[in-house]
């Protein structure tokens, strides 16, 4: 699909508009409040700014947001942080996910071969009243923390509704993380209940939890009972762990109502961790209103989601995105729930499950479309793509070519929404806009009720110039704070600390013309060659341009009182760099970009370390090619991978 000049890819079409719920969101505005937008989404973004305490009454109205919202919306929406939300409102999570009680199915768990498992949503609410039942029993009360070590599947979202149901907290990660790095995790929540599957499979290949089940319980003593999940066997054998229960004997029980425990807007509900790949994670706290009001707004305003939608993200359950998937529930949507690779059926299971569960939402990481289109599959031929009609990308930026490719290679009547926010706000800053045209490389709007802004160093605003996203008064989903942090210094310092009373992001962006975003990388992973700052976004998107290349990771070298750009390369099998190919990678980021960007030095190697959410981990190669202790390589998916950057005689010259 040809780009027109000004880079337009995509316009909805005015049945589209009109069908939009964010239409009928400014139809209801007006109706309530007297602000009429007249159709214009900066102009409601600008009110929703403004007038914050009627923005977020009226999502709360419109989303149908189970729970009673008390006679104040904000205390103070100048104070970041410290702004009280809806401080004399009640509410409970679980209750606002399990609202549908229907014999529609809830959620449909699918693998890389050709099992498929589903629940309805009265199934559904059934199996999390039992399990909730057994949970009272053991003593889990408000306040309480849970944590998941489990796969994406049904019995890990039944898990975590249970807990939240009761006023529990829930906080999990990865079933393919180390030991340590989830007893660096969990260690610190002191969770009572641990639940975990006897194993998961990636790439055709078993891998048994158990072992690390029983260790990980084994170093925190405040896990009173571990609840193991058959997905191996039928009757995993569990005498290996300690207080060890079979999930079939916490459900083993006669149909209940199911209580749900009312909680105050800013009350516990899920701990999340950052990276942890420059020291030990930080655990994230998020409140339950804040979280369940921000989603209902980014699904049914920015994604267009409600109960006529099936939707998908490829994500682990140690990913926010996980979290931000599961909060779908509470629009009547299905969810489909992926565990496994994404590459498996020779690259294609994630485009079978389009076609095979008719999903009209659906999430990946831009990571997972640039090597789709390296591997040469195009969708629009192989498959019918019928229901689909909204893509979202996150997870890193997507890049010009990337936007041109998915219109070519999936279809051109498609919403593309790439976003971007993070772990420490468990949603968007900016993203999708149903309503808005789609432009090559942008972000195409800030959120509703989200006051972005893109400052240089001196904290002025600009525009189509680089510089710091900076979030500039309160929001919702702002957290709670971190836990055990009681004088909240830490919190103060990892995002208040260069200016106090704005949310200094730590992402390296600028504002288009159209309004739109473009981030161009982690702030703390910027370049700074000769002084010049330089997003490793920018370099990233040249390089993907050549076919020979695979994956790649750019970071600064300290050389002669100065930096250096170094690229790592991995290439295609038996592909070797050799001075044409390094010529044909600097030749494309020096006509693309400048001079500046060009690495002074272009290295094979055979793997770039990634965080488990899949994340390139460019501090950690930084910190190893300077002869740095990496603080926690068990956040990494393969920290191996980090000794491949270790002591390499090319960075001596």
């Not at 907290?169 to 079933?175: D, L, Y």
């Not at 975990?196 to 009173?224: F, H, Q, V």
């Not at 076919?547 to 070298?557: C, I, K, N, R």
């Amino acid at each position: 699909m040809n780009a027109t000049p000004n880079n337009m890819l995509w316009m909805p079409s005015e049945a589209r508009i009109a069908a939009a719920q964010l239409t009928e969101f400014m139809g209801s505005v007006r109706a309530s409040t007297g602000f009429d937008a007249g159709g214009d989404y900066f102009a409601l973004h600008r009110w929703s700014i403004e007038h914050p305490d009627k923005f977020w009454r009226a999502v709360w109205d419109f989303t149908a947001i189970q729970g009673d919202p008390g006679n104040v919306v904000c205390d103070d929406p100048a104070k970041l942080p410290g702004c009280q939300w809806f401080p004399n409102a009640t509410l409970n999570y679980a209750e606002n996910l399990l609202r549908f009680a229907d014999d529609r199915e809830a959620l449909v768990e699918i693998d890389e071969g050709a099992v498929r498992r589903s629940v309805t949503f009265l199934a559904l609410r059934d199996q999390v009243a039992k399990l909730a039942s057994w949970m009272r029993e053991q003593g889990i009360s408000p306040g309480d923390r849970v944590a998941g070590f489990m796969p994406n599947c049904i019995e890990t979202v039944i898990a975590m509704l249970a807990t939240t149901s009761l006023g529990g907290v829930w906080s999990s990660c990865s079933p393919d993380f180390g030991i340590q790095g989830a007893v660096d995790r969990f260690g610190q929540i002191a969770p009572r209940l641990l639940f975990t599957a006897d194993g998961y499979r990636y790439n055709a290949k078993a891998s048994d939890s158990l072992a690390r089940a029983a260790e990980i319980s084994a170093a925190i003593p405040a896990i009173e009972q571990v609840v193991v999940v058959p997905k191996l066997s039928g009757i995993p054998a569990i005498t290996q762990i300690r207080n060890a229960v079979l999930w079939q004997d916490c459900l083993d029980r006669s149909p209940m109502p199911i209580h749900f425990e009312p909680r105050r807007f800013n009350d516990p509900l899920f701990i999340l961790y950052s990276s942890g790949t420059t020291g030990v994670p930080k655990c994230i706290v998020h409140g339950i209103g804040g979280t369940l009001l921000q989603h209902a707004k980014e699904h049914v305003l920015h994604a267009d989601i409600s109960a006529r939608d099936r939707f998908f993200y490829f994500t682990t359950c140690g990913w926010m995105m996980w979290n931000w998937l599961v909060s779908g529930l509470a629009r009547g949507a299905t969810l489909v729930l992926y565990d496994g690779s994404p590459f498996a059926r020779e690259g294609r299971r994630l485009i079978d499950a389009i076609d095979e569960e008719q999903i009209s939402v659906f999430g990946v990481g831009a990571k997972y479309l640039g090597a789709l289109q390296k591997s040469g599959i195009v969708p629009a031929e192989s498959h019918q793509l019928t229901a689909l009609k909204t893509m979202l990308s996150t997870g890193s930026p997507l890049p010009h070519e990337g936007f041109a490719w998915v219109y070519e290679a999936f279809k051109r009547d498609l919403h593309l929404a790439s976003i971007s926010g993070g772990t420490d706000i468990v949603s968007c800053f900016v993203g999708g806009v149903p309503t808005l045209p789609v432009y090559a490389g942008q972000i195409q709007a800030p959120g509703l009720g989200m006051a972005t802004a893109i400052w240089d160093e001196n904290g002025k605003e600009i525009v189509k110039e680089k510089g710091e996203l900076v979030c500039t008064s309160a929001f919702p989903s702002c957290p709670v704070g971190f836990w055990d942090d009681p004088e909240g210094l830490k919190f103060h310092n990892a995002y208040f600390g260069r200016w106090p009373g704005v949310w200094a992001h730590g992402d390296y962006g600028e504002v288009t013309e159209q309004g739109g975003y473009i981030i161009h990388g982690r702030s703390d992973a910027v370049l700074n060659p000769g002084g010049v700052r330089i997003g490793t976004a920018e370099i990233y998107r040249q390089v993907e341009r050549v076919a020979d290349v695979l994956d790649s990771v750019v970071v600064g070298q300290d050389w002669q009182d100065d930096v250096r750009v170094i690229l790592f390369v991995v290439l295609r099998q038996d592909v070797a760099l050799d001075e044409k190919l390094r010529a044909q990678i600097c030749g494309e980021i020096r006509a693309q970009t400048t001079p500046r960007h060009v690495p002074a030095k272009v290295i094979q190697v055979a793997d770039i370390p990634r965080t488990i959410s899949g994340k390139i981990a460019e501090l950690a190669v930084r910190k190893v090619i300077h002869g740095e202790r990496v603080g926690n390589a068990d956040a990494l998916a393969n920290p191996e991978a980090l000794a491949l950057f270790r002591d390499l005689a090319e960075l001596q010259t």
